[in-house]
């Protein structure tokens, strides 16, 4: 599952044939407000972000909701705005807020009643009539260890979440730990240089995960790109890796617009 951070990267991945994505909240604050993950960007914004993104495409969008941004009702009205939008899925985690990316030093989670607070108040609103699936993350194994993190999880489960996230294990027998332990699907989040060992999709599989995320992977590609280009340019160059001007306006849609615009003729 390749993340994205705009409309224009699920527009891409939807077209390379991927079933699904997911808004990432480290990308969308990076390239909504160049900023680090660290409970900086509103829900507001990140709900305008998805609302762009669900309408550029038609597989399922997963989407970031950090904290919940509040107490259980915000929680609550961040799940119904979520599903409102048309996400599938929402995270909700269990760190302090402000929050911070889940593979950098500093984080902390919040004790293990406001985490239940939190996701009982999300599988609340899906089953009060919100369409929408609840992933439950925790953060709990680096600074309280893997028990607290499969307990959390294992309450978490029981509570109604549909999808279970135990962020940044630090090796390949954490990760079969964890899946061992857990019930239900898991996803595992797969981030270059971060904490948690990058395994391949199919031995994420027979160790029990059901979803693999690449959370930074394009944001990474496309930065690498342009930092590239802007290279080339200060040297009155032309980037070398670019797509031709054809390509750029098949992917954002210019001959599926003059197609339909004729047909009102």
Do not use: W
């Not at 959370?215 to 200060?234: F, N, V």
């Amino acid at each position: 599952m390749p993340c994205c951070f705009d409309a224009l990267s699920a527009r891409l991945i939807e077209q390379a044939g991927f079933p699904l994505t997911f808004m990432s909240g480290f990308a969308v604050s990076a390239a909504r407000l160049g900023l680090p993950d660290t409970g900086l960007i509103s829900y507001g914004e990140m709900l305008d972000q998805g609302r762009n993104i669900r309408q550029a495409v038609k597989i399922p969008v997963l989407g970031d909701g950090d904290t919940g941004y509040g107490n259980p009702l915000n929680v609550r009205r961040t799940v119904a705005g979520y599903a409102a939008a048309g996400f599938a899925c929402i995270m909700i985690e269990d760190q302090e807020s402000p929050k911070r990316c889940g593979h950098t030093r500093g984080k902390r989670v919040v004790d293990r009643r406001e985490a239940i607070r939190r996701i009982r108040a999300a599988v609340d609103e899906r089953e009060a009539g919100s369409d929408i699936l609840i992933m439950a993350r925790s953060d709990a194994l680096h600074g309280h260890g893997i028990d607290e993190t499969i307990e959390r999880c294992r309450i978490f489960a029981d509570l109604g979440a549909d999808i279970l996230f135990p962020e940044a294990p630090r090796s390949r027998r954490e990760m079969e730990q964890l899946c061992a332990a857990l019930p239900g699907p898991k996803m595992a989040n797969m981030l270059e240089q971060g904490d948690t060992p990058l395994l391949p999709p199919a031995e994420l599989e027979a160790i029990g995960f059901k979803i693999a995320a690449y959370p930074l992977t394009l944001l990474s590609s496309a930065m690498r790109a342009m930092l590239d280009g802007l290279e080339a340019l200060k040297r009155g160059e032309t980037p070398p890796r670019m797509l031709d001007f054809a390509e750029l306006r098949g992917i954002v849609g210019f001959e599926d617009y003059d197609q339909t615009l004729q047909g009102y003729d």
